[in-house]
């Protein structure tokens, strides 16, 4: 089957029900999405499809039919994307486990809204765990990157 990742198409000889988590890590090396809980319940393994954040736990990998993103393409080679970016200045990350599909989540969410209220933010990311408990700073990072906020910008 073919899967595009971050803009590469990749031949892979696995079964179309595989969990594109698993495609995406132990068949492409591509380590950014993350293994949490394997119930779609944690987004610790959220990509991008279609503009849509998706927990690649919970798709199988035949499913897929446009190109995923994940935290490994953001960006660009020498910069960061806002997001990311916005996470640094507002020091979001603390154990940071979680972070690439808060990451992802907040992508999605600026792509559809790209000035949020708090509620926006709030129902946009409940469905992302964080046992840090950084929430009053994802929020303030999303408010940051939605204001294209970035330090020496």
């Not at 590469?8 to 696995?14: A, K, M, P, S």
């Not at 997001?83 to 486990?97: H, I, N, P, S, T």
């Not at 129902?123 to 964080?130: I, K, V």
């Amino acid at each position: 089957m073919k899967l595009q990742v971050n803009g590469t198409v990749h031949e892979l000889d696995i079964e179309p029900d595989m969990p594109l988590l698993w495609a995406l890590r132990d068949e492409l090396n591509i380590k950014g999405p993350k293994f949490g809980c394997g119930a779609g319940l944690c987004g610790a393994c959220t990509v991008i499809i279609d503009g849509q954040a998706m927990r690649s736990c919970q798709t199988a990998a035949g499913e897929v039919k446009s190109n995923v993103r994940t935290i490994d393409g953001l960006g660009k080679p020498d910069a960061l994307h806002r997001v990311q970016q916005a996470w640094l200045d507002e020091q979001v990350v603390q154990c940071g486990y979680c972070q690439a599909g808060q990451i992802m989540n907040a992508v999605a969410l600026l792509e559809a809204n790209p000035t949020p209220s708090d509620k926006d933010i709030d129902d946009a990311m409940s469905g992302n765990l964080c046992r840090c408990g950084t929430y009053p700073r994802i929020r303030a990072a999303i408010k940051r990157a939605a204001a294209g906020q970035q330090t020496g910008a």
